[in-house]
Nanobody, 126 residues
Framework: QVQLVESGGGSVQEGKSLTLSCTAS????????MGWFRQVPEKGREGVAAILTHGALTNYADSVKGRFIISQDNARNTVYLQMNDLKPEDTAMYFCAAGTRPTLDPPLATARFNYWGQGTQVSVSS
């Protein structure tokens, strides 16, 4: 069982930056992939960024490419999402996820992840 705890959410103005953290209860190299997803009310969960915990290959949604950076710190069992140049449309609940299923590419589909955190809210005002 993997427990994930997110932190770092908050309210910021458009153009500012935030960094989210996700700390796992296990060595993250025991997972295959880690990802960040977001969700707004009445919509499905959207994959934002993912990383393979071995090799650090990353993948991003088109909507965040060039603005968000996913990274990992194995010593802290933590994955980060650095969010730059935030826009009002980035407002959402952000969830961290861990996947243990083999994959060659960092997935952005919810079905590829089997552990989820409780989420942290990010609000961006114009």
């Amino acid at each position: 069982q993997v427990q994930l705890v997110e932190s770092g959410g908050g309210s910021v103005q458009e153009g500012k930056s935030l960094t989210l953290s996700c700390t796992a209860s296990v060595d993250i190299t025991h997972t295959v992939s880690m990802g960040w997803f977001r969700q707004v009310p009445e919509k499905g969960r959207e994959g934002v960024a993912a990383i393979l915990t071995h090799g650090a290959l990353t993948n991003y949604a088109d909507s965040v490419k060039g603005r968000f950076i996913i990274s990992q710190d194995n010593a802290r069992n933590t994955v980060y999402l650095q969010m730059n140049d935030l826009k009002p449309e980035d407002t959402a609940m952000y969830f961290c996820a861990a996947g243990t299923r083999p994959t060659l590419d960092p997935p952005l589909a919810t079905a590829r992840f089997n552990y989820w955190g409780q989420g942290t809210q990010v609000s961006v005002s114009s």
